[in-house]
């Protein structure tokens, strides 16, 4: 293990701080196989191997997705390729599948067997063989069942006892459950045997691995002689890695993040705050709640949090926090148990802890304490009552009074099962704690590097974008001249969108791009940029894909719709620049061949821009979308976003349940389309649209004269009217009372702003920092506080009669970065 | 009556050819007296560890096998249709009978995935069987094999031809297998049924002296479960129940029968059964669980054991460990 991660250390590969227990092994801290010093952390040893442990240990290790492949090579190189696999799984039916393949052989239609699927009890336990029991649903399962669970299991019997194909079918169903379907391959486990395998193990071979594969699976595996080691791909550390590369280049610091101080101020104040979108096990909007609570100001914090953030402990969380101010008082049942719990404010948080103490009070040998956790931990009552024997007796010879003794034997059952593996939490508090570090002092690269590696899932790229938007990052689209192939930063800090992320232009045109412009320079112009690159680099498809995305709106003089307009004979400019290009670059390749090559070059003209017009604003956007996926320059209702939450009744999604009532709504046009009746008045079509969803509907005679000015595509509005169906129709009508322009009257749609202020946050400080953010956005909205005690569950109203705010998105995106709750009224 | 075990099983590592649970199929053997049971997956050992140790805790013995695709040339992957070329596999049985036995098996059975994988079939040919033999058992397993499909097809000095490869080799290792299944007295429409080949077998046993075993191609644990199994079938080769033409067993006889019914069955060739019970006797009881084996890390010069070079390490990283060391609190306790 340690020739691994040191090697892959000397690769380049990232190597994480290890996951499990092997973090409690001071001797795995100096070989490298984990960077967490148990000593400094009191991580427990026997946690990993004692006495009573003879079984071999786990040594997980984590590398960054993409070196994980060259670490695994590098082992099947040293002991060869006959020494080394996989480890297969076994593919078997599952309840759900079992129906879906009889019932699909049985040629029963398919909605016909999703009912029947669907109707199954959805608990993880749950089997055919054990619903259908025959003589009542298993009791185990029943156990665990709800009551409407237990319901359905009983229909589900019912439906299987019928004399009916779908009877059979789940009959035979039940019989197949749990048949072997297929084999595949385990996510990460590696075996290394020590000469050729075949002779410990059969092996097999798989369609998408080099590798050998076992035939015996993950649960023998160990106990057929295989030494098994998982190599887990962890993408956080490759975020890490990258955006470490990333700051070495733009600002020419390298950091080693095995190295950061861990009492890092500007760390912590991104937890208290929350901040920790993009901070790996920290980012769920739980999670950002407890730290706000919480507060952590020391690493202790962060690893108890880890243990603590999962079901179950999560309970125990408000008590460790008010402990943590001081708002509840910390209790121990002996004296002799602060040594162990202080660290926790008195709560068992850690397995560990109920390790060492059960070695302090009833002198519990290491192993014995480590059987003790296992068992209460998988809840092996015939441990426990052994165990429990041996404490009291241990316990009242060391002069502990037996009620307290068995008190805190009675608190262990109850919550030693949740409490966590101190050494795993420890190991992934430090990998938060190293891109929270990152995301602190260096936004532009850890966020550049996260949003590369989410770029395949769009919805992750547009929830860190608007994180970026939120931390006052600024993010630019694509630009042939500055982008990278994936996101990057550029001089002033600003993140870039890498030319990848456009749709149709694949890596071979980004890495010609990018040679051609590290080689000479930056293109001067589109037809500059058509000269220089190889003829056959790009294509049509890869231009209309940078036209559209803003890759090429650095060349200003050519707008994005004049790339389409007709162009000379050609249908757009784009397939003009292209024949262009292509007489050039045949007119080079002759010259080069002719003596007067050098004259030769101004020979061809460049060609005259086309006349074109240019296109809606949303049009544009639209079409950004349709290459990027997303609204790179944001979507148009973004500024509004406070006052549409604030002011309107209902998003677009939810207007059907307001028919007949009046609304208040807000959206973009979308669509305005105008026409004339057989009468020869005007009438038009629209769409709006807001974020949740989109709003058609008609307008007639006066309605439309009287808004049909307003209601432009492109235009940002706020309409109040109602919903309902149109007279003598099926059709639905929108009747408006209002429209007016989201630019001019968000304003005054907004009477005043409320920060909500918590008592413990107030300092002098924050107050100058409210009042310098007041400063900057002068206006006519009334500003309003309060203040909440949360411990005393109080609050008190205040309001400014000195202030008066312009309360616009950007005041409140400021307000809100301070960690402040902010309402319009 | 005499003992009998069987010795040709199909479990669910048959993937979606057999049905049966290792589990169930043992507790069977259980109820029904029987010594032991032999495990005999298509192509494949993916059931191996299990069901030795299930057997070992029944106290059955486990007869560790695998019904291997044999074919001429495991490397050839290729095939003309225009010269009228088809991957030919016939099936073969093969059982370990020792430690030596089982590695050789394990091996064989790699190498089939390794050097023979075609299509879904992993394959092996005579030439590695020639090479590990050693501790291995064979029989003329069933229809699909070589010697029954040579008489099959009118050819019984070829068949005689085959059976004196495998006596040569395997000698008193080799047995001649007799199965008896319903609705196969025509097989492949050539007019000859499953006892047609097996009188000739039994004719070719005498004249070599080759000794006879019976057993059942079980590929599920009761007779009821042949309609499970059946759609099974269908899932594997994507077909309707409903199908006409589709592949399907000839009757549903291919389940784990009991003791008594196996004598019934061959109450006219009683020695086939006391012989299932000589295999018995021959394979050692297997035990397939040991400790871990750690790879053969190769030590750097100066170092004699793995331990010494593990402490040179340890202490050189002590030193670049920046922590200052001290004393863990619980110790002072």
């Known amino acids: 293990m340690q020739d691994f991660t040191t090697t892959a250390r000397q690769m380049g590969v990232a190597v994480g701080p290890g996951r499990g227990s092997a973090a409690g092994s001071a001797v795995a801290y100096c070989l490298g196989i984990t960077n967490v010093d148990p000593i400094k952390y009191d991580l427990l040893f026997e946690r990993f191997l004692n006495p009573e442990r003879v079984s071999m240990p786990d040594i997980d290790i984590d590398f960054d997705d993409e070196g994980r492949d060259k670490v695994i090579n590098y082992v099947v190189e040293k002991y060869g390729r006959n020494q080394v696999a996989q480890i297969v799984t076994y593919g078997t039916m599952a309840a759900k599948l079992s129906l879906r393949d009889v019932g699909r052989v049985m040629n029963i239609p398919l909605s016909e067997v999703d009912k029947v699927a669907k109707s199954f009890p959805n608990h993880l336990e749950a089997t055919l063989k054990k619903v259908l029991a025959k003589e009542g649903i298993d009791p185990g399962l029943k156990e665990k069942l709800n009551s409407d669970e237990i319901e359905r299991a009983n229909q589900f019997r019912k439906i299987a006892e019928a004399k009916t194909d779908i009877g059979q079918m789940i009959q035979t169903a039940a019989k197949l459950e749990g048949s072997v379907r297929n084999t595949g391959i385990h996510a990460c486990g590696v075996v290394i045997t020590p000469d050729d395998i075949t002779k410990y193990v059969p092996v097999s071979t798989a369609k998408d691995s080099d590798l050998l594969v076992t035939q015996f699976d993950n649960s023998v595996a160990e106990n057929a002689g295989l030494l098994k080691m998982d190599f887990l791909g962890l993408r956080t550390l490759t975020i890490i890695r990258d955006a470490v590369r990333m700051i070495e280049e733009t600002r020419g610091v390298k950091i080693d993040v095995d190295e950061i101080p861990l009492d890092d101020e500007l760390t912590y104040q991104l937890f208290q705050r929350g901040e920790t979108n993009a901070i790996f096990q920290y980012e769920s909007s739980g999670m950002q709640k407890y730290l706000k609570d919480l507060s952590p100001t020391k690493f202790q914090d962060l690893i108890a949090m880890n243990a603590l953030y999962r079901p179950g402990p999560l309970a125990y969380i408000p008590s460790f926090v008010a402990r943590s101010h001081g708002r509840e008082p910390i209790s121990y049942d002996l004296p002799e148990m602060e040594e162990y719990l202080a660290e926790t404010y008195g709560i068992t948080v850690y397995q560990e802890q109920v390790m060492l103490l059960s070695q302090k009070l009833a002198g519990f040998t290491k192993g014995q304490a480590d059987a003790l956790r296992k068992g209460m931990g998988k809840k092996k009552k015939d441990i426990i009552d052994a165990m429990y024997a041996k404490f009291i007796e241990g316990g009242t010879a060391n002069k502990h009074p037996k009620d307290k003794l068995d008190k805190i034997w009675k608190d262990w059952e109850a919550f030693a099962s949740y409490a966590f593996n101190k050494s795993h939490s420890t190991c992934y508090a430090l990998v938060a704690f190293q891109t929270a570090y990152l995301k602190a002092h260096y936004p532009a690269e850890f966020m550049a590097s996260v949003l590369t590696h989410s770029k395949n899932d769009i919805s992750k790229v547009t929830f860190f974008l608007k994180e970026c938007k939120r931390m006052g990052q600024e993010v630019l689209g694509p630009n042939v001249n500055e982008s990278a192939s994936d996101f990057s930063v550029n001089k002033k800090g600003q993140i870039r969108f890498g030319l990848s992320a456009l749709k149709g232009v694949g890596e071979g045109p980004v890495e010609e791009i990018m040679k051609e412009r590290q080689e000479n320079g930056h293109f001067a112009s589109v037809f500059d940029l058509i000269r220089r690159l190889q003829m056959g680099a790009i294509n049509k498809k890869v231009v209309e894909s940078l036209v559209l995305g803003g890759g090429l709106d650095c060349f200003e003089e050519i707008d994005r719709a004049q790339y389409f307009a007709p162009s000379d004979k050609y249908e757009t400019f784009i397939e003009h620049l292209l024949k262009y290009g292509q007489a050039y670059h045949g007119q080079l390749a002759s010259a080069v061949s002719s003596l007067f090559g050098e004259a030769s070059e101004s020979m061809i003209p460049e060609p005259v821009l086309p006349p074109f017009s240019p296109w809606p604003l949303m049009d544009k956007l639209n079409r950004e979308k349709e290459v990027t996926g997303i609204y790179i320059s944001g979507h148009p209702l973004d500024d509004y976003r406070a006052e549409i939450e604030a002011h309107t009744t209902c998003n677009l999604e939810e207007i059907e349940n307001f028919i007949g009532k009046e609304v208040k709504v807000a959206g973009i046009v979308m669509k305005a389309q105008h026409r004339i009746s057989k009468k020869g008045t005007g009438y038009g079509q629209f769409t709006l649209q807001d974020f949740a969803g989109s709003l058609d509907f008609p307008l007639f005679s006066e309605d439309y004269q009287k808004y049909k000015s307003l209601l432009e595509e492109g235009q940002c509005v706020f309409m109040r009217g109602i919903y309902q169906q149109r007279a003598y129709s099926e059709e639905m009508q929108f009747k408006i009372n209002e429209v007016t322009l989201l630019e001019t009257t968000s304003n005054k749609l907004t009477q005043s702003v409320t920060l909500q202020i918590p008592l413990e946050a107030i300092s002098e400080e924050m107050i100058e920092q409210v009042d310098d953010i007041c400063l900057r956005h002068k206006g006519q909205h009334k500003l309003k506080v309060v203040i909440v005690d949360r411990s005393s569950q109080l609050t008190l109203a205040l309001s400014s009669k000195a202030r008066k705010v312009h309360a616009d998105n950007e005041f409140i995106v400021e307000v809100e970065k301070m960690g402040l709750a902010c309402k319009l009224n | ?333």
């Open chain 2, 1 to 333: 009556m005499p003992d009998f075990l069987h010795l040709h099983c199909h479990t669910q590592y048959s993937l979606l050819d057999g049905a049966s649970d290792i589990k169930a199929l043992m507790d069977k053997a259980v109820r029904d007296g029987q010594k032991g049971v032999a495990l005999t997956d298509h192509g494949n050992m993916f059931g191996a560890f299990k069901f030795v140790s299930e057997a070992n805790k029944r106290g059955l013995k486990a007869i560790v096998g695998c019904e291997f695709y044999l074919v001429e040339d495991r490397h050839k992957k290729v095939f003309s249709r225009a010269k009228g070329e088809q991957d030919h596999r016939y099936h073969q049985l093969l059982l370990a009978k020792n430690k030596q036995g089982y590695e050789n098996l394990s091996r064989l059975c790699s190498l089939g995935f390794i050097d023979g994988m075609y299509g879904k079939f992993p394959r092996i040919d005579k030439e590695l069987v020639l090479k590990h033999h050693e501790g291995l058992i064979a029989t003329s397993c069933c229809i699909g094999a070589e010697i029954p499909q040579a008489i099959l097809r009118g050819k019984p000095e070829l068949a005689e031809e085959k059976l004196r490869w495998w006596l040569d080799l395997f000698g008193e290792d080799f047995y001649i297998e007799l199965q008896r299944h319903r609705n196969m007295e025509n097989i492949d429409d050539l007019g000859v049924s499953q006892e047609d080949v097996n009188q000739q077998l039994l004719l070719l046993a005498e004249k070599y002296k080759v000794k006879v075993i019976a057993t059942n191609d079980a590929h599920y644990v009761d007779e009821e479960d042949s309609s499970p199994h059946d759609i099974l079938l269908c899932i594997n080769t994507n077909s309707l129940l409903e199908e006409k033409d589709r592949f399907r067993f000839p009757s549903s006889d291919f389940y784990f029968k009991t003791q008594q019914e196996m004598n019934r069955l061959f109450a006219d060739v009683p020695h086939s059964l006391d012989t299932t019970l000589e295999i018995y006797d021959k394979v050692e009881k297997l035990n397939l669980e040991r400790d871990v084996l750690l790879p053969a890390f190769p030590l750097p010069k100066g170092f004699a054991t793995q331990g010494d070079f593990l402490r040179h390490l340890t202490f050189e990283g002590a030193k670049r460990a920046t922590a200052p060391l001290r004393l863990p609190r619980y110790r002072s306790a």
